[in-house]
Each structure stands twice: as C-alpha cells, then as structure tokens.
C-alpha cells in the first residue's frame, strides 16, 4: 500500500528530474554543433578586468534586493536590522539558484525567526516576488517589442503575446488582491469549513498573507517597483561588462532586452541557472545580427562562470554564518 502511495510521488520527482535537464542536454548539442576550439580560444582571450567587475557588482545587487527586502520588512511593522538581511540574502542565494523557481529562498526566512512568525515572514517574499514578477514581465514585453522591431531578427510575435496576456493575468489578480474583499471571503470560507488539521491551517496562512498584501498601500508598491528596477539596472550593467569582456560590440538596449528575455525562459522549469535556454536564445538572436556562434555562446557562458562565483560565496557565506547562529 505505501508502495502504490509512493509511486506517483516518485513519477513527479522523475519527471522535474528529467524536465531540468532539458536544458544542459541543450547546451551539450549546441557544442557538439559548435567548433568548441573557437569557444575556447574566445574565452582565453577575455579581458578579465571587466569580469571582474562584473563579479565585484554581485555585492550592490545583493544589497540592493537587501535593501528592498528591508523596505518590505518596515512596511508590515517587522523590525529587523540591515546587517542580518544582507547575510540571509547572501548566504542562501546557492540554495535559491538550484531550486526550482526559486522555492529555495524561503531558507532565508530562519534568520529573522526572532522577528515575526513565520507565515509574516513568508508574506514578505510573497510580496518581493509579486513586485519583481510585475517588474520583470513588464521589461520581458518591452524586450520581446524591442526584438521583435529589430529589423536584424525575426523574432516570434506569439512570445510577445504570450508575455502581454501573463503581464495582464498578473495585474488583474493583483488588482483583485487589492480591491476586492478577498481576505474576508476566505476567512468566511475558514469559519464554515469543517476541515481541520492542516488544510485549516493552509487558510488562515493564506488569509494572513493576503492581509499583509492588503497592508501596503499605492505608494508603497510603488517603491518596491523602484527598488526592482535598480536591480534589473544593475544586472543590466553586468551584462555590458561581460560583453565588454569578450569584445562583443553591441548596444545597451540590445544585451538589456537579450538579458531580459533569457530571464524570462528561465522560468520555465527546463534548465538549471539558465544552461541551454540561454545558450540558444544568445546564438539564434545574436547569430541574426551577424555575431559568430562560437561568440554568442562563449557570452553565454560567462554567465555561467559569473553565477558560480557568486554561489561559491553564497555557500561560503552560509558555512560562515548559518542560520542557527541567529536562532
């Protein structure tokens, strides 16, 4: 009986599994595609100073998302100090990066459980991935628009479509948060449920969350839009340095709507950190403006090299000041 129970469980592992490593088995054809002594010989060739860079402005954005997470905190009255968030932040980057969706980030709410209870504090990434979903949905459509005006691409009008109607879902179910009386229809719902246990308790979490949704107001939303651009403005200032450091000879808006959009094919659960997705989004886009492939792909994977330096600090960060330490 518990081997009939088990059996779907392990059918879904098998499946996101095998989903994930859709996009490595990307990258591995394009290479076998590719001349990987061309990759090579570009990526012996870089001008490390601007990879440097690139690596040393992994700290403003960690302080930057620090910053928001703080503003975020202020606004449903949950005090907590600057230097503990950006340690949080820091340290559990590795585990949010090799996550699906980025799940993994809610470890980062056991440094602040001296602060608030947990279904808070979950609310408050809640409310950070709402702002930098809105954010990043709006860019992906002004990038794909952008693309698609290219007269260098031929970009598929259906991604535009695709990004403009989950952009207008979004809204609308936020706007529906916001307006309608949706806390006091599931508190309703919870007092008539006969349903106890954790079901019971699955509402009152989602209740709570929704009222710390309903707590901020206009202005408040909007600074955290603010504070979401300025970290896509610093990503986007990385991606120029790294094309910089292989030579790659492109405009600002180009790499900003390539970087946003590879953004976006991220969140489809069929890579780790980007590898394949990206991979043939930079050589299909770059190669239509007369970039090499071998080039397009070796700015690819400096996007690599960048995100493991930053999760070998990450993990570095969390051996040196784990969670129990501010237990």
Not at 85 to 106: C, F, M, Q, W, Y
Not at 121 to 149: C, H, K, N, P, W
Not at 167 to 192: D, G, Y
Not at 244 to 268: E, H, K, P
């Amino acid at each position: 009986m518990v081997t009939s129970q088990n059996t779907p469980l392990k059918h879904r592992r098998t499946t996101r599994i095998l989903l994930r490593c859709t996009g490595p088995l990307l990258a591995i054809y394009l290479i076998s595609r590719l001349d990987f002594n061309k990759v090579w010989l570009y990526m012996q060739s870089l001008h490390y100073e601007y990879l440097l860079l690139a690596i040393g402005a992994s700290l403003p954005v960690w302080m930057i998302k620090t910053l928001k997470w703080k503003v975020i905190n202020e606004f449903l009255d949950i005090k907590t100090d600057f230097r503990r968030l950006l340690i949080a932040t820091i340290a559990v980057d590795h585990i949010s990066a090799l996550s699906p969706a980025k799940i993994g980030e809610a470890v980062k709410m056991t440094y602040l459980r001296k602060d608030a209870s947990m279904v808070r504090l979950l609310s408050t990434l809640v409310i950070d991935r709402l702002t930098e979903g809105i954010t990043l949905l709006v860019l992906g459509l002004a990038a794909l628009l952008f693309l698609v005006g290219e007269e260098k691409t031929t970009f598929d009008l259906a991604a535009v479509t695709s990004t403009a109607l989950a952009l207008a879902c979004s809204v609308i179910v936020f706007l529906a948060i916001r307006v309608l009386p949706v806390r006091e229809w599931l508190t309703r719902i919870e007092k008539k449920s006969k349903t106890a246990g954790f079901r019971a308790r699955l509402m009152s979490w989602i209740v709570e969350m929704l009222q710390a949704i309903q707590q901020l107001d206009a202005r408040d939303y909007l600074v955290l839009l603010l504070c979401s651009l300025l970290v896509w403005s610093t990503t986007y200032v990385r991606a120029i340095l790294l094309a910089q450091c292989i030579g790659l000879d492109l405009t600002w808006l180009i790499l900003a709507a390539l970087v946003t959009a590879a953004t976006i094919l991220q969140l489809l659960p069929i890579s780790i950190m980007g590898i394949g997705s990206r991979d043939v989004l930079f050589v299909v886009v770059l190669g239509q403006m007369g970039v090499p492939q071998e080039v397009s792909l070796s700015y690819s994977f400096l996007f690599v090299v960048l995100r493991l330096v930053e999760l070998l600090f990450s993990y570095i960060a969390w051996l040196v000041w784990p969670p129990d330490e501010f237990a």
